[in-house]
């Protein structure tokens, strides 16, 4: 419980630094890197010790949907924050990003539950969780960038941009939004393959879903990525197929709690 709080502290203290410059309220914290990266990398840190305590229990491990969207949490977390010194068009998802946190350890803490699994001997399979989760934590930032472009595009066109600095360039979150696009739909491809190599019932009755969803949602991204490439798409057709890519994957995930 103490690393919850001083994970949720720690969230807390680097939001106070993001919000009131989005917001323009406080500009002498105006582009305070050092601060939003150390107060980021506490609560990553503290985030990750608080859950592996749930996490980790005596007969083996505890897969419940709160202790999940915790991973899939803390996994945004530690991305967001370690491409914090280069990416500036982080800063908008970011915000977002640490509520979350804030929300998942309050949750995955307060809420109990058992879904008890013994994995640490299937080093195959834990391989292939792994690689869903990351996948999955670069898609829904992705979509945080679909939105981040999306207001960004529409503010232009209204010719209501405002000039904080953290506001990045259209063009470059463009560039950004297809990178993690790309690099996630790469792990998707790699869960798919190991999904079906080391989830011998991969294609159960009982599983079935996950597979299918799954494979629909990599059709979906696949449409998207070439939509980017040859049809420079952004707007909406880009936050629809965003959106519609990540709730088929939650179904998929969060539907079989991902095993």
């Given at each position: 419980?103490?690393?919850?709080?001083?994970?949720?502290?720690?969230?807390?203290?680097?939001?106070?630094?993001?919000?009131?410059?989005?917001?323009?309220?406080?500009?002498?914290?105006?582009?305070?890197?050092?601060?939003?990266?150390?107060?980021?990398?506490?609560?990553?840190?503290?985030?990750?010790?608080?859950?592996?305590?749930?996490?980790?229990?005596?007969?083996?491990?505890?897969?419940?949907?709160?202790?999940?969207?915790?991973?899939?949490?803390?996994?945004?977390?530690?991305i967001a924050t370690l491409a914090l010194p280069r990416?500036?068009?982080?800063?908008?998802?970011?915000?977002?990003?640490?509520?979350?946190?804030?929300?998942?350890?309050?949750?995955?803490?307060?809420?109990?539950?058992?879904?008890?699994?013994?994995?640490?001997?299937?080093?195959?399979?834990?391989?292939?969780?792994?690689?869903?989760?990351?996948?999955?934590?670069l898609f829904f930032m992705a979509l945080?960038?679909?939105?981040?472009?999306?207001?960004?595009?529409?503010?232009?066109?209204?010719?209501?941009?405002?000039?904080?600095?953290?506001?990045?360039?259209?063009?470059?979150?463009?560039?950004?939004?297809?990178?993690?696009?790309?690099?996630?739909?790469?792990?998707?491809?790699?869960?798919?393959?190991?999904?079906?190599?080391?989830?011998?019932?991969?294609?159960?009755?009982?599983?079935?879903?996950?597979?299918?969803?799954?494979?629909?949602?990599?059709?979906?991204?696949?449409?998207?990525?070439?939509?980017?490439?040859?049809?420079?798409?952004?707007?909406?057709?880009?936050?629809?197929?965003?959106?519609?890519?990540?709730?088929?994957?939650?179904?998929?995930?969060?539907?079989?709690?991902?095993?």
């Open positions: 419980m103490l690393f919850a709080i001083l994970a949720i502290v720690a969230y807390l203290g680097a939001l106070l630094w993001i919000v009131p410059t989005l917001a323009h309220i406080d500009t002498s914290k105006m582009l305070n890197i050092k601060a939003v990266l150390g107060l980021g990398s506490v609560a990553v840190i503290f985030h990750l010790i608080n859950l592996s305590q749930l996490f980790f229990v005596g007969e083996g491990q505890n897969f419940t949907v709160m202790n999940v969207s915790s991973m899939i949490s803390l996994s945004l977390s530690f990416w500036k068009t982080v800063w908008l998802p970011l915000s977002i990003i640490y509520a979350l946190g804030i929300v998942s350890v309050a949750l995955s803490s307060f809420i109990s539950g058992s879904v008890v699994k013994q994995l640490t001997e299937n080093t195959g399979l834990l391989f292939h969780l792994s690689i869903a989760i990351l996948s999955y934590a945080l960038y679909a939105i981040e472009q999306k207001w960004l595009d529409s503010r232009l066109k209204r010719k209501k941009m405002s000039f904080s600095p953290l506001l990045p360039p259209l063009m470059t979150v463009e560039r950004h939004f297809f990178m993690l696009i790309l690099i996630a739909q790469a792990l998707l491809t790699v869960t798919l393959v190991t999904g079906m190599i080391y989830l011998h019932d991969f294609f159960a009755p009982e599983h079935i879903h996950k597979a299918i969803f799954s494979f629909i949602a990599w059709i979906v991204y696949s449409i998207l990525l070439l939509g980017l490439w040859k049809l420079h798409w952004r707007g909406n057709r880009v936050l629809i197929y965003s959106i519609s890519g990540i709730m088929l994957l939650t179904v998929a995930y969060f539907g079989s709690r991902l095993v």
